[in-house]
Nanobody, 117 residues
Framework: QVQLVESGGGLVQPGGSLRLSCGVS????????MGWYRQAPGKERELVAN???????NYADSVKGRFTISRDNAKNTVYLQMNSLKPEDTAVYYC???????????WGQGTQVTVSS
C-alpha cells in the first residue's frame, strides 16, 4: 500500500515562506505524477500545483510566481516551496500521487498552513 506523508505546515506571517514536503512509500516513485491540493474552510479542494513524472510543473493562477513545486526521485519526495504567502493561502494542504502505470490515486493526511499576523 502506497503511503504519502506530508510535513512542513505551520503558522507564518503574511509575506513569509514555508516549504512543504511529501514522502512517498513506493519503489516506483519515478512513474508517479505528483500534486499539491488545498482546502480552505467552507470551500472545495483545489489544485495548487502538480508535476509530471518527467518533472514538468503546472500551477494554479493564484500561486504562479509565488509557489514552486519540485521532486527528488532519489528521495521519493515532492516539495512545495511557498513564498510571499497571503492570508488567502490558509488551508489544509494535501499531497496527491497518481501512478501512471495503474492510474491509482493516493492522498496524504494533510498539513495545515495558516497565514496570519
Amino acid at each position: 500500500q502506497v503511503q504519502l506523508v506530508e510535513s512542513g505546515g505551520g503558522l507564518v506571517q503574511p509575506g513569509g515562506s514555508l516549504r512543504l514536503s511529501c514522502g512517498v512509500s513506493t519503489n516506483i516513485f519515478r512513474i508517479f505524477a505528483m500534486g499539491w491540493y488545498r482546502q480552505a474552510p467552507g470551500k472545495e479542494r483545489e489544485l495548487v500545483a502538480n508535476i509530471s513524472s518527467g518533472g514538468i510543473p503546472n500551477y494554479a493562477d493564484s500561486v504562479k510566481g509565488r509557489f514552486t513545486i519540485s521532486r527528488d526521485n532519489a528521495k521519493n519526495t515532492v516539495y512545495l516551496q511557498m513564498n510571499s504567502l497571503k492570508p488567502e493561502d490558509t488551508a489544509v494542504y494535501y499531497c496527491n500521487g497518481r501512478s501512471m502505470w495503474s492510474g491509482s490515486d493516493y492522498w496524504g493526511q494533510g498539513t495545515q498552513v495558516t497565514v496570519s499576523s
